[in-house]
């Protein structure tokens, strides 16, 4: 096993005091004791200066995660609960549909005239939802979120995301759009969706829309459920794949351009800012992007790139930011299955050789294998569901996902300067599509496609068998 840099340790040691935050609150003579223990004895001559370091850098890191957490768990909002009145609300992401109303994160900025900086969650009639980035003037009743019902605790998970209350919407009225950041992030967003799909409609541009931005909102309920059974939802989660081929395609045009290649890295680094703000802020894009940024300054700078390194670093962004993130399953299932990909990918594709598979295809299904095994404990405890043909589905998308992100980013690209040239792109980039739903359809229709309850572990257990039985076989 590869030893663990000095650094490495010191951010592992930080994730641990960001996750305990979640267990213990720092309060009183806890946190008196974890910040001057760690540093009387960094200040002594004595040896085991690392693991002090370590130690120090745990506690404060402790400290900061119950600060957060405390700050993510105030609300003004909650004494109003039951009264009605007009507020000032920010629409900050895309409505998300469901049977009978529309779900939409919003900030309250004013409550009957009262300033207010608060994560609200708004309940709209169906078809009412603003578009992201609108300023709305709302008649609304505050309620309480509502608690576990059918194996999902909406309080809970609302409250992980600095969210204590709902919005009944009555009446709703456009006044504006929000300015910032947030408003440079909602153009970005609006012209990748219009510019990366021109001429496309339908199902095919609501894939490459869910691909390039992790938005399934356009897709039917029918191309929903193929993805997850057919173990391919993973694709309408911006990943690192997305950061990498968008910072791959800067630096490769940079070179047709004849541009220093630092300069290249600093487009890039651009680049990849860019793109997480038109995103949002996804736990796998986040940790792809820091990812990519550390690669990107390491080499500036002259230093060695490594790729846990990257991913400790992006680990305590998102929990820095958020210690509930911890409890994300986007978080989980990003994190757990790099950490699959650093320890499994290499084994398991020197296992598969001599089998009769193309050599192409041994990394893409080693991978897959890899990253299904680890995931599968998460699936389950979060949904209920693991799928089983995953490694089939995806390995026969493989080919066809980075074509049809870098299609849509040359025709983002293309239909700046020429409309008529990024149509018929687009055009091609929707037979991909339309290629990937296929497949995703086709797996999806296997009975047991996808396993639930019971089934699903002993399904977990005889995969995990058969690894370890692949592994041992080929003496890796």
Known sequence: MTRLLPAQIVLLAVVAGLCLANVVRPHGLW?????????????????????????????????????????????????????????????????????????????????????????????????????????????????????????????????????????????????????????????????????????????????????????????????????????????????????????????????????????????????????????????????????????????????????????LLASVVLLGWSPYALFDPGFQLSFAAVGAIFVLGRPLTRALEGYPLPRRLRAPVAIAVACGLVTAPILWVQFGAVPLLGVLANALVEAAVAPLLGLAFATAVLDVVSPRLAQVIAAVNGLVAAYIARCAELVAAFPFAQATGSAALLAGAGALAVTAFLLRLRHV
Not at 65 to 85: H, M, N, P, T
Not at 290 to 299: I, K, N, P, T
């Open 31 to 311: 946190l008196l004791v974890a910040v001057v223990a760690p540093a009387m004895g960094l200040a002594s001559p004595a040896g085991g200066r690392l693991a002090l370091v370590a130690a120090l850098a745990a506690s404060l890191a402790w400290c900061w995660g119950g600060w957060r957490l405390d700050r993510l768990d105030r609300s003004e909002l909650v004494a109003d609960i039951g009264r009605a009145g007009d507020l000032v609300v920010v629409a900050t992401a895309e409505a998300r549909p469901g049977s009978f109303s529309e779900r939409q994160f919003g900030r309250a900025e004013s409550f009957e005239g009262r300033r207010l900086d608060e994560r609200v969650e708004l309940e709209l009639p169906l078809g009412r939802a603003p578009p992201q980035g609108a300023r709305i003037l709302v008649l609304a009743r505050i309620a309480a979120p509502r608690g576990p019902s059918h194996g999902f605790d909406e309080r809970t998970w609302l409250r992980r995301q600095g969210v204590h209350v709902v919005l009944q919407v009555d009446r709703i009225q456009v006044i504006g759009r929000r300015g910032g950041v947030g408003g440079v992030a909602d153009r970005l967003r609006r012209w990748l969706a219009r510019a990366s799909t021109p001429g496309l409609t339908g199902q095919r541009r609501a894939l490459v829309v869910g691909i390039v931005l992790g938005d399934d909102t356009g897709l039917s309920d029918g191309v929903r459920q193929a993805f997850r059974r057919s173990g391919l939802y993973h694709l309408l989660a911006v990943s690192g794949e997305n950061v990498v081929l968008l910072a791959a395609g800067v630096l490769g045009l940079g070179v047709l351009l004849g541009i220093p290649r630092a300069w290249a890295h600093v487009g890039a680094l651009a680049a990849i800012g860019a793109y997480v703000l038109a995103v949002g802020p996804q736990p796998s894009v986040i940790r792809a992007a820091v990812s990519g940024c550390a690669v990107s300054v390491a080499w500036l700078l002259g230093r060695e790139r490594d790729g846990w390194h990257a991913l």
